[in-house]
C-alpha cells in the first residue's frame, strides 16, 4: 500500500500538490441505497409526500452537494465540474430507492469525492422529506461503483451495488 498523500513527511496534513498533473476527462459514478416501509415507498411513487416531489428535491440537492464538495471535504480539491447527473432506481419489492451520480469534469483530479457526495446528499434529502412518516428508512450501500481518468486508469467495483441487500 502506498503512503498517504494527505501527509507530509513530518506528519501534517496537507492538500495534495496536483499543479504538475495534466487534465483529462474525469468520471465516476457512486450508488447507495434508501430503505424504507412500503407506505412511504408508495407516497413518494405516487408524488403523495406533503413537502414535495421527494425524488426531484433529491436530485437538485444531490447536484448542488456536488459542485460544493470541497467546501465540506478539507483535502479536496474546488473543481470545474461540466456534467452531473443523479438517476432514481425504485424498487417497490424490496421497498428502496437506489441512487445512483455520475460526475464528469476536465481537470487534474478525479471527481470520486463529488459523486460520493452527490449521493449522500440526494439519500439524506430523502430522508428528510419523509422523516415525519418514517423514521425507519436506512441510507446504506454509499460507494465508488467506477471511476475513469487520471494517472490511476480505470475502476469497476465488482460486486456490483445494484445487488446490495
Partial sequence: MSSFTHIDKNG???????????????VAVAGGTVSMKPETFHMIRDQK??????????RIAGIMAAKKTSELIPMCHPLSLTHVQIDFEPEETNSRIRIEASVRTIDQTGVEMEA????????LTVYDMCKSYDREMTVS?????????GKSGSYKRISDQKNAK
Avoid at 12 to 21: I, W
Avoid at 141 to 149: A, C, F, R, T, V
Wanted: hydrophobic content about 45%; charged content about 30%.
Fill in 12 to 26: 501534517r496534513v496537507r492538500m495534495v500538490d496536483v499543479t504538475e498533473k495534466e487534465p483529462t476527462v474525469r
Fill in 49 to 58: 409526500v406533503k413537502k414535495g416531489n421527494v425524488l426531484e428535491t433529491a
Fill in 116 to 123: 460520493l457526495t452527490a449521493v449522500s446528499v440526494a439519500a
Fill in 141 to 149: 450501500s454509499i460507494q465508488l461503483l467506477e471511476k475513469s481518468g
